[in-house]
Every structure is written in structure tokens, then in C-alpha cells.
């Protein structure tokens, strides 16, 4: 690399480890062999003291640009993550300094795609939105194994029905049953992460489910020779309950469209809701991003086009006009003038 003075030598280390004085030792020798103004020695990682201790180091940890450009002959500029970032916040690129690697890499487009099919107007939604994974959580989920046993009797003592069953259920964190994919997922034993044990959740929606998935109107014949139906629903105290830990990985994304922001739980956030009536896409579909704050709302009833120049704008963005008979909605770029 060259700066302004001349030649510098540099070496990056892209790892989790510190780097030793080993490295910044032989550098120091290249800089000699090549008559170079100085060395730089960019890690991921950091350095070892035994590295910082060397006699011509000097660590950065802020303004990389900066130190470079001040660096004195023969020097050694160890130059940490945090200067790391600093370089690339100037050239524009965002390490996410600070966040746990692991979530870097996290496939965030089914959520991105969900916003961007927004309507949006003169910007398109995606240009708008800056989107990360900002955190992740091991949530615990369970799965239920219920077992219901119960035998049913007419009023004379005869047996009429011998209930035998056993089901599965997939619950959330909260007990809630769940459906579809997740309930899937979770019967298959979730991401396949370690979990606590912990309370388990409350039963009282299993039981209810199990009670209206298990009831049997059941014929039979009495001794008088009549037929009679008899309506066999098992009893709280006959459906046996057992909780089994599974844990599932909770990513949260947030999404930020101008001064709006949305927070998105993978994989438990399903829906949109608007941002003005609370409400879910479902109700009064379809939804638009305002382009003057960034808030999602319904197209019709919270929010809409500004008559003139057609940006889509919410309602509390947007200016009211009364024509003689129908109201228009105007963009803070189209007031009306006096
Ligand atoms: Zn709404
Ligand atoms: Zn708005
Ligand atoms: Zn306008």
C-alpha cells in the first residue's frame, strides 16, 4: 500500500485469536528489507500486550485514517477492530461492530420481502428500509405428550365406552398450541439446542383441546332393548399431561424505514400490523409505506396517495383538503399554498 509519504507494508489477520509479537516483530523486519515509511497490522481479533509492548507499536482502536496518516517512520500501527470499523464506516461498509458474530450471517430476506411488497411511492420500500438481525434467544418450547384414559358408564353401571388415546401437541413458550411448520418443527425437536427445564407452561389449553379432539357421543343398547346415545367427554382428572423442553431459535430483526422502526421476531411474528389502527394487514388490507415518516398503515383508512404528486403518505403526514364534496390527502412537498 502507498500513502502520501510512500510505501507502507500491511498484514491483516482475520481471526478470533490475538495476534502476537511474533507478527508485528517480522513486519517491523519486512518494513526495513523493503525501506517502507511504515507497517500496518490490521486483526480481527486484537493483540496480545506482548504485541502492544513492542518497542515501535502503536495500537489504534478509533480513528484508523487518522493514525495512518500520522504514523512515524519505521512504526508499526496495530490496528484492532475498532479501527477496523472506523476505516470502514469511512468507506462506507458496516462490520456491525459490536454484535455477536454469529448472527451476522443470518438470512433475513423472508422479513425483508414481506415489507418490500408493500406499496410504496415515489421511493420503493426496499430503498427505504434498513434491515438487521439484531439479537438472538434460545426460546424454550414443549412438547406435550398427553395421554387420556377413561371408561363411561350409564346410569345402571354398564359399560358403555373405554376411551383409550394418546397425542402429541407442539406448544409455544407460553403453552399456546401451535400449528403448521412450527408445530413441525418443534415435534422434531426444534433447532436442536440445549434448554433449561424450567416451569413448565400452564395446561389448561391442552386439556381443553384434548377434551374437544377425544369427545364421542356413543350408541348403545340398554337393557330395556331401547337404543341410547351417550356423550363420552373425558374429565380433567383422566388426561395426563407430560411436558418435554424443546428449544427453538428466536432471531429478532429490526427493520427501519425513515424514522419508523420494527422490531420482527423469527419465527413468531406473523403478520403486519398498521401502524396507525393497530390493526393486522388482514382486516383492511392492502398496507403502504408513508414516505415521509416510514410508518406502515392501511392504504384506504389510515393513510393513502397525496392527491398531487401521488407519494403514498399516512395520515398523520398528510394534510386534509375539503373540495365541496370529497376530502384529499397532500404531501408536506404539495401544500396548499395561503
Ligand atoms: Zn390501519
Ligand atoms: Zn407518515
Ligand atoms: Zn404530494
Not at 317 to 322: S, T
Request: with cysteine.
Amino acid at each position: 500500500m502507498w500513502i502520501d509519504r510512500g510505501k507502507v507494508v500491511v498484514e491483516c489477520k482475520h481471526q478470533a485469536k490475538s495476534v502476537g509479537r511474533p507478527v508485528v516483530q517480522k513486519l517491523h523486519s519486512a518494513v526495513m528489507t523493503e525501506r517502507a515509511v511504515g507497517g500496518i497490522v490490521i486483526a480481527t481479533g486484537g493483540f496480545s500486550s506482548a504485541a502492544e509492548g513492542h518497542t515501535h507499536a502503536n495500537i489504534c482502536s478509533g480513528d484508523a485514517l487518522t493514525a495512518i496518516r500520522r504514523m512515524q517512520p519505521n512504526n508499526i500501527l496495530l490496528v484492532d477492530s475498532g479501527g477496523l470499523s472506523a476505516l470502514a464506516r469511512v468507506a462506507g461498509v458496516n462490520l456491525h461492530q459490536g454484535e455477536d458474530p454469529s448472527i451476522r450471517d443470518i438470512d433475513i430476506s423472508g422479513v425483508t420481502g414481506m415489507f418490500a411488497g408493500l406499496r410504496s411511492c415515489p421511493a420503493g420500500a426496499t430503498s427505504l428500509m434498513d434491515a438487521k438481525a439484531t439479537s438472538q434467544h434460545i426460546d424454550t418450547c414443549w412438547v406435550a405428550e398427553v395421554r387420556v384414559e377413561q371408561r363411561f358408564h350409564n346410569s345402571a353401571g354398564m359399560l358403555v365406552h373405554k376411551m383409550k388415546k394418546k397425542k402429541t401437541y407442539a406448544c409455544g413458550p407460553d403453552g399456546g398450541i401451535l400449528n403448521g411448520k412450527l408445530a413441525k418443527k418443534v415435534k422434531n425437536g426444534g433447532d436442536g439446542l440445549p434448554v433449561k427445564r424450567g416451569e413448565p407452561p400452564p395446561r389448561n389449553g391442552i386439556i381443553r383441546t384434548a377434551k374437544a379432539e377425544c369427545v364421542k357421543n356413543v350408541k348403545y343398547k340398554g337393557g330395556n332393548g331401547a337404543t341410547y346415545v351417550k356423550r363420552c367427554e373425558p374429565t380433567e382428572g383422566h388426561i395426563h399431561v407430560k411436558f418435554h423442553p424443546i428449544g427453538v431459535l428466536r432471531t429478532t430483526v429490526e427493520l427501519k424505514f425513515l424514522r419508523t422502526i420494527y422490531k420482527w421476531d423469527i419465527p413468531w411474528d406473523k403478520e403486519i400490523t398498521c401502524k396507525a389502527c393497530g390493526k393486522p394487514k388482514g382486516v383492511l388490507k392492502p398496507l403502504l409505506i408513508c414516505n415521509e415518516c416510514g410508518r406502515v398503515v392501511h392504504v384506504r383508512t389510515c393513510g393513502g396517495e397525496c392527491s398531487m404528486c401521488k407519494k403514498t403518505i399516512c395520515d398523520s403526514c398528510a394534510v386534509k383538503q375539503k373540495r365541496i364534496i370529497k376530502t384529499s390527502r397532500l404531501c408536506s412537498d404539495c401544500l396548499p399554498s395561503g
